[in-house]
């Protein structure tokens, strides 16, 4: 139960061989360009390869280089394609929506509609049953969309930018609901934000001028990354230790406090759901202040640090202390006169802080 892809498109400088394993999710990242949407589209029968050779769970999807070339079309091939925008159809309800997958298989009507009412509820948009998408925000849409593409019980799950069109109060819920869902399924996103990667994924493979730059353990490639790419993405802070209520604390003792990212939490700073067990701090270097003494407040994390680094980032300067990094202004640097080697204190809110387990 796996699937094996292998495809060239010459046009498009793109020459990919993917595996995802039984109930995997893979993250694909990369630059613009780099070749993440012909994946997709290659896997879901939007595009033809040049030449491969690719197979779901037994089924072939395509054989374009024997001499007995096939071709699946897409409504055939066992997987759902669920895009960046909703795309629900207009002149339906969301049940209507959600029920077109179990009725174009042949399911009655009156079952299609009761199947359809039961994956709504599972992504908590049973309330929403009876709206068309023009009554919906961006979150319920894309929550309702979510429950049209599992309703067709897909064998993979193909996930292309879901949370991009997302608000910052959207993203985070969805999230949390993605990797409910995406627990145990086969499934590949499409991602440029760090987070879901962490988040949701098993492994990250890294795509750059339509070829695989590196592949591996999502945590493992984030912490030691061999591309450029992966290199930016490495900026993130992220501090693992053990979940202990209200964040993470570290073997060294250091407390970050955040909010729950865990399907079921609340998702507010200082509450967590889940206690026990390994877990990250992930926070961006933009959030962080830079201080010369210990600022407190609430609820707000500060901890002592030795810049080892200061660097020009765009239109801020990139305060490094180890493995840590804080983006201040240039004036800032100027006023607190900070040098490598200088003990200064990083500060950062804990609603800026995203915490999970691992």
Do not use: C
Not at 65 to 77: I, V
Not at 87 to 108: C, I, K, T, Y
Not at 219 to 246: K, Q
Not at 322 to 337: E, R
């Amino acid at each position: 139960m796996t699937l094996s892809f292998q495809a060239a498109v010459a046009g498009r400088g793109f020459d990919v061989a993917l595996t995802v394993r039984p109930g995997e999710t893979v993250a694909v990242m990369g630059p613009n360009g780099a070749g993440k949407s012909t994946l997709l589209a290659s896997i879901a029968g939007l595009l033809r390869p040049d030449s491969g050779r690719a197979e779901l769970n037994g089924r072939t999807l395509f054989d374009l280089d024997g001499g007995k070339r096939a071709w699946t079309p897409p409504h055939h091939r066992g997987t759902a394609l669920l895009a960046q925008e909703p795309l629900l159809f207009p002149h339906l309800s969301a049940v209507d929506n959600v029920s077109f997958g179990p009725r174009s298989a042949g399911v009655p009507k009156r079952d299609a509609k009761e199947q359809a009412l039961r994956w709504l509820a599972g992504v908590d948009a049973e309330h929403l049953a009876g709206r068309r998408p023009a009554e919906l925000s961006g979150g319920q849409a894309q929550r309702v969309a979510v429950a049209r593409a599992l309703a067709a019980d897909p064998a993979l799950l193909l996930l292309d930018e879901p949370l991009a069109a997302l608000d910052i109060h959207s993203a985070p819920l969805l999230r949390r609901l993605f990797k409910r869902v995406l627990a145990g399924r086969q499934a590949i996103i499409v991602t440029h934000d760090v987070l879901d990667a962490l988040m949701l994924a098993d492994r990250v493979v890294i795509l750059e001028n339509g070829k695989i730059a590196e592949e591996g353990p999502t945590r493992a490639v984030l912490e030691r990354p061999r591309s450029s790419f992966a290199a930016g993405l490495a900026g993130l802070n992220f501090i693992p230790g053990a979940l202990d209520g209200t964040g993470v604390r570290t073997s060294q003792g250091l407390k970050i406090a955040g909010h729950d990212e865990e399907p079921g939490g609340s998702g507010e700073p200082g509450r967590l759901t889940t206690q026990g067990g390994p877990g990250v701090a992930v926070f961006p270097p933009s959030a962080v202040s830079v201080f010369l003494d210990d600022a407190h407040g609430s609820p707000r994390n500060s901890f002592a640090v030795t810049i080892t680094d200061l660097e020009p980032h765009g239109d801020q300067i990139r305060v490094r202390a180890g493995g840590l990094a804080a983006d201040i202004t240039p004036a800032a640097s100027a006023d607190l006169a900070l040098v490598p080697g200088m003990t200064v204190h990083f500060v950062v809110k804990a609603a800026a802080v995203s915490v999970y387990g691992t």
